[in-house]
């Protein structure tokens, strides 16, 4: 995985929001997960489904969630737009 630059994760409010009402053990774990798609910036998702602006973002299923995520390479950042607990 390592062969991109450092993305750093950023959750948008919805995400952060749905973050913060897990358990602490569950936060850790989703945290760990966000890190390790954002160490492949490029990938594409299980799906995806285009925004109010027309991006495409990614909609991938991760263990028990499904994550949508898009990555801003000008400023190398993996934005996570929607976190759902399936």
Same mark, same amino acid.
């Given at each position: 995985?390592?062969?991109? @630059?450092?993305?750093?994760?950023?959750?948008?409010?919805?995400? +952060?929001?749905?973050?913060?009402?897990?358990?602490?053990?569950?936060?850790? +774990?989703?945290?760990?997960?966000?890190?390790?798609?954002? $160490? #492949? @910036?490029?990938?594409?998702?299980?799906?995806?489904?285009?925004?109010? +602006?027309?991006?495409?973002?990614?909609?991938?299923?991760?263990?028990?969630?499904?994550?949508?995520?898009?990555? $801003?390479?000008?400023?190398?950042?993996?934005?996570?737009? #929607?976190?759902?607990?399936?």
């Amino acid at each position: 995985m390592g062969s991109f @630059p450092h993305y750093e994760p950023v959750l948008s409010s919805k995400a +952060t929001d749905f973050l913060i009402r897990l358990r602490r053990s569950k936060q850790e +774990t989703l945290v760990g997960l966000l890190q390790k798609l954002a $160490d #492949n @910036p490029k990938q594409l998702g299980d799906y995806s489904v285009k925004d109010n +602006t027309g991006r495409d973002i990614q909609f991938m299923l991760v263990g028990d969630y499904v994550i949508g995520f898009w990555a $801003d390479h000008a400023v190398k950042e993996f934005r996570i737009v #929607n976190i759902e607990k399936v």
